[in-house]
């Protein structure tokens, strides 16, 4: 069975700080791996990770894909206020579907 | 403009009542998808759809049903709603490519009394 793990749970920081979010899993034929950032309503997309793109990055936000490990990290930098929400990250096999994580709730505090 | 919709974004009705929620989009995306989610809780997906006439149950049991008569909607219907279905309730779409993202709906939030 396809499985997402995120780490941690939850997180609280200062704005200004940097902060590293952690996903890992195991899914059968690994096609992409997606971060979504959701605040009061519905994700919304961020990134997406596949054996041929393995690193993005978008302002203060990046992400690595490490297939070896079958993990990937979501930083980012000069926290501020505005980043607290909830981060998902959704992984697709096989199936075709995207198997989601829990998420981690980050809290910036200013 | 190409997005997903979904009607309503609030509903509060009265247990026993049956009710649909509407999603559509205008992406030409032949991927769809309903999911559930509590508040704080994960994503747990209840329906998807490749195609037209095309439809699955997903990993979360649900009493709900759908239809995909036409590529760009995709209904959630509860034909007898029951307090245990208060939730949010999330239609997403995707294109056919795997290096596609999916795209959410603003959600629906439904509380049955």
């Known amino acids: 069975e396809d499985k997402v793990v995120q780490s941690p749970l939850s997180l609280v920081v200062h704005e200004g700080d940097t902060v590293t979010l952690n996903c890992s899993y195991e899914?059968?034929?690994?096609?992409?791996l997606l971060w979504y950032k959701q605040e009061k309503k519905a994700p919304t997309f961020l990134f997406m990770l596949?054996?041929?793109?393995i690193e993005k990055k978008s302002g203060r936000l990046s992400s690595i894909l490490d297939k070896k490990e079958l993990s990937s990290i979501l930083n980012i930098t000069a926290t501020q206020t505005g980043d607290s929400a909830i981060y998902l990250c959704?992984?697709?096999?096989?199936?075709?579907?995207?198997?989601f994580g829990k998420g981690t709730k980050l809290t910036v505090n200013p | 403009e190409a997005d997903i919709y979904q009607t309503p974004r609030y509903l509060v009705i009265g247990t026993g009542k049956k009710i649909t929620l509407e999603c559509s989009q205008t992406?030409?995306?032949?991927?769809m998808y309903w999911y559930q989610q509590d508040p704080g809780m994960e994503l747990h997906l209840i329906h998807y759809?490749?195609?037209?006439?095309?439809?699955e149950k997903g990993d979360l049991s649900s009493e709900s049903t759908v239809s995909r008569i036409r590529t760009e909607h995709f209904p959630l219907t509860l034909e007898s709603a029951r307090p245990s279905h208060t939730s949010q309730y999330l239609c997403?779409?995707?294109?056919?490519?795997?290096?596609?993202?999916?795209?959410f709906g603003p959600g629906t939030r439904l509380t049955v009394l």
């Open positions: 997403a779409s995707r294109g056919l490519s795997p290096y596609n993202e999916q795209f």
């Open positions: 899914v059968t034929n690994f096609r992409s």
């Open positions: 596949t054996s041929s793109g």
């Open positions: 959704a992984v697709e096999g096989g199936s075709e579907k995207l198997v």
């Open positions: 992406m030409g995306h032949d991927k």
């Open positions: 759809s490749y195609g037209v006439n095309s439809t």
